[in-house]
C-alpha cells in the first residue's frame, strides 16, 4: 500500500480530477454529451497529465536533490526508479494513442482527426520541451499553456469543427495554466529556483525571498492580475455572444471570479514566506477555476455541468487518502 501510496503521488492522483478535464470540455464545446466519450477522453487527458508530470519529475530529479524540501519526492527518495518512471511514460503514451484510435473506432478518419492527433501530438512535443529544457528558458510557461490548449482542442477536434465557444475556452485554458505555471508556480517557489539555477518570469521579474520575506515587484503583480482579468473576461465572454444563461448562473459565476480575484490579491501581496499558506491559496483558486467552465455551460448542459462542477473536489477527496496527501493540506 505504501509503494502503491508513493505512484499515486508521483502520478499527481488527487489532482487528475481537474487536471485531466480539458479534452472532456473540448467535446461538450461541440455538442458531444455521450458519457462513453466522454469518459474515455477523461482517460486519455489523464494519461497526458500523468506523463507530463512524471517527465518533469524525471527530469528534474538531481535538481530537487538540492533543496530539502522536495527530498520526499518519490524518485528523489528512490522509493520509484528512474527506470520505472521512463516506463510509466512510455505506457501512458501508448494507451493514449490506443484509446485515441478506440474512441474513433467505425468512423472515417477525416482531415478533422488527423488535426486532432497532430495538436495532441504537438500538445505532447511541447510538454516534453518544457519537462527537459524549461528551467532553463525564460517564458516556456507559454509552452505547457499552449499544450493543455491543444489537448483541450483535440477533445473539440476528435468529432467536429470548433464552434466559438470551442475557442473561448481555448484561450481560458491557456490564460489558467499560463496563470497556474509562471504566476503561481513562480511565487510559490521563490525561495529556491533561484539556488537550482531556474530562468523563469518570476525571477526575472524580481521575485526573491529574503528572510522569510517575499518580495513580489508591482509589474509582477500588474502581469499576474491582468492574466486573471482576462480570464474573468473569458468566463463571461460567450454570454455577451448570445449563449443562453440563467441569471443564477450569472450570479455564480461572478461570485467565484469575485472569489478568484479576491484569491489573487492575497497571493499577489502576501508579504512573508509561508509555503504551506501559498500552497492554500493556489489550491482554492484552483477549485474555483476548474468550477467556471462548468457553470458556464450548466444551461445549456445541464446535469453533465453540474457532475463537472463538482466532479474535481470529489476525486481530490477520495483520491488523496490512496496519495497519502493530508486533504486540504497539498503537496506541489
Not at 21 to 41: C, D, N, R, T
Not at 55 to 62: H, Q, S
Not at 240 to 248: L, P, T
Request: aromatic share 14%.
Amino acid at each position: 500500500m505504501r509503494k502503491f501510496a508513493e505512484y499515486a503521488k508521483l502520478m499527481r492522483l488527487p489532482g487528475l480530477g481537474g487536471l485531466a478535464i480539458p479534452p472532456v470540455f473540448g467535446a461538450i464545446s461541440v455538442g458531444v454529451y455521450s458519457i462513453e466519450k466522454l469518459a474515455i477522453l477523461f482517460v486519455i487527458g489523464s494519461l497526458a497529465t500523468i506523463f507530463g508530470f512524471v517527465l518533469n519529475d524525471y527530469a528534474d530529479v538531481e535538481l530537487d536533490k538540492l533543496v530539502p524540501e522536495l527530498r520526499n519526492k518519490p524518485l528523489v527518495k528512490g522509493v520509484i526508479s528512474r527506470k520505472d518512471a521512463v516506463a510509466i511514460c512510455m505506457i501512458s503514451t501508448i494507451l493514449s494513442f490506443f484509446l485515441i484510435f478506440y474512441l474513433w473506432r467505425g468512423e472515417e478518419l477525416n482531415e478533422l482527426k488527423f488535426a486532432a492527433a497532430t495538436v495532441i501530438t504537438i500538445a505532447g512535443v511541447l510538454g516534453t520541451v518544457y519537462n527537459i529544457y524549461g528551467k532553463k528558458l525564460v517564458g516556456s510557461d507559454f509552452f505547457v499553456a499552449l499544450s493543455m490548449s491543444f489537448l483541450f482542442l483535440f477533445g473539440a477536434l476528435s468529432f467536429s469543427k470548433p464552434t466559438m465557444l470551442t475557442w473561448i475556452i481555448f484561450m481560458l485554458t491557456f490564460n489558467q495554466t499560463l496563470h497556474m505555471n509562471a504566476v503561481e508556480g513562480g511565487i510559490k517557489d521563490a525561495d529556491h529556483d533561484f539556488i537550482m539555477g531556474v530562468k523563469n518570469i518570476a525571477l526575472l521579474s524580481g521575485v526573491k525571498v529574503e528572510n522569510g520575506e517575499i518580495f513580489i515587484p508591482w509589474h509582477f503583480r500588474i502581469f499576474g492580475m491582468l492574466i486573471r482579468l482576462l480570464s474573468v473576461f473569458l468566463v463571461f465572454l460567450p454570454f455577451i455572444y448570445g449563449m443562453k444563461y440563467e441569471i443564477w448562473q450569472i450570479a455564480l459565476l461572478a461570485l467565484l471570479m469575485a472569489s478568484v480575484l479576491w484569491l489573487e490579491i492575497r497571493l499577489l501581496t502576501i508579504k512573508k514566506f509561508e509555503r504551506s499558506e501559498i500552497r492554500r491559496i493556489i489550491s482554492a483558486a484552483a477549485f474555483m477555476r476548474y468550477s467556471a467552465v462548468p457553470v458556464m455551460l450548466i444551461s445549456s448542459v445541464g446535469i453533465i455541468a453540474l457532475l463537472l462542477a463538482v466532479f474535481p473536489i470529489a476525486w481530490y477527496i477520495i483520491f488523496s487518502p490512496l496519495a497519502g496527501v493530508k486533504l486540504f493540506h497539498p503537496e506541489m
